[in-house]
């Protein structure tokens, strides 16, 4: 039962280093999206995807790009690492896709951009 | 965009208390949703609402969705130390054009003194 997984759970960059955070589900869920979660402002959403080969920004895609050539996997890239985006970021999926709310998270990565 | 008001940010209370919190916004929400994210994990879904007027229980917990569309709260009733995390509301609604938006609430803090 190994739901939706993130990797690493733990990483700090400096300042315009690029990275990218793994995110992956045995659910066959279409839909995956990623959340970054600051303290006093709840979940954001990144950006989105309905299904392979498709994806969409969501509030914050700013210094963040996803692709999405499998079912299975959704990575999450920071091009040039900026301390703004020191954060835990959060992977979902869902069953419904974009028409239910109802999301599984993974676990969380934490990032620390010096 | 839509926006969540939940409260209260935090709250400390008593093993055996009942605790209730809850989410308004301006806007409607055609589902309503609960969450709890126990500390370093990531949120977990513990009650979707999907009927104005409706009183979903969950063990310990009831959640209700408000007649107006535009509210929700969640209530545990005898409280226990691993209750202790934070509570996220979060609204579900048509966007237009063939989307949906999950909106998130910023989240009630809860600590549960033994």
């Known amino acids: 039962n190994a739901g939706v997984t993130q990797t690493p759970k733990f990483q700090v960059l400096k300042t315009g280093q690029s990275m990218t955070l793994q995110c992956a589900q045995d659910m066959n869920h279409e839909y995956m999206s990623w959340y970054r979660q600051d303290p006093g402002m709840g979940l954001r959403l990144i950006h989105y995807?309905?299904?392979?080969?498709?994806?969409d920004q969501g509030e914050v895609p700013n210094g963040y790009n996803v692709s999405r050539s499998t079912t299975e996997d959704f990575p999450l890239r920071l091009l040039s690492a900026a301390p703004s985006q020191t954060s835990v970021y959060f992977c979902?999926?869902?069953?419904?896709?974009?028409?239910?709310?109802?999301?599984?998270f993974g676990e969380g990565s934490r990032l620390t951009v010096l | 965009g839509q926006q969540l008001n939940q409260s209260p940010q935090s709250m400390f209370i008593q093993e055996g208390e009942d605790v209730s919190m809850n989410c308004t916004s301006s806007?409607?929400?055609?589902?309503w949703l609960w969450y709890k994210q126990d500390p370093g994990e990531g949120p977990v879904l513990l009650i979707a609402?999907?009927?104005?007027?409706e009183l979903t229980s969950n063990g310990r917990l009831t959640a209700q969705f408000g007649i107006t569309r535009k509210d929700s709260f969640l209530n545990i009733s005898a409280s226990i130390p691993s209750d202790v995390g934070i509570y996220f509301c979060a609204g579900h609604a048509y966007s237009g054009a063939g989307s949906y938006q999950l909106t998130f609430g910023k989240g009630t803090k809860l600590s549960v003194i033994p």
């Open positions: 609402l999907y009927k104005a007027g």
């Open positions: 806007s409607i929400f055609n589902t």
């Open positions: 995807s309905v299904g392979a080969g498709i994806t």
């Open positions: 979902a999926s869902s069953w419904g896709g974009p028409n239910t709310g109802e999301l599984f």
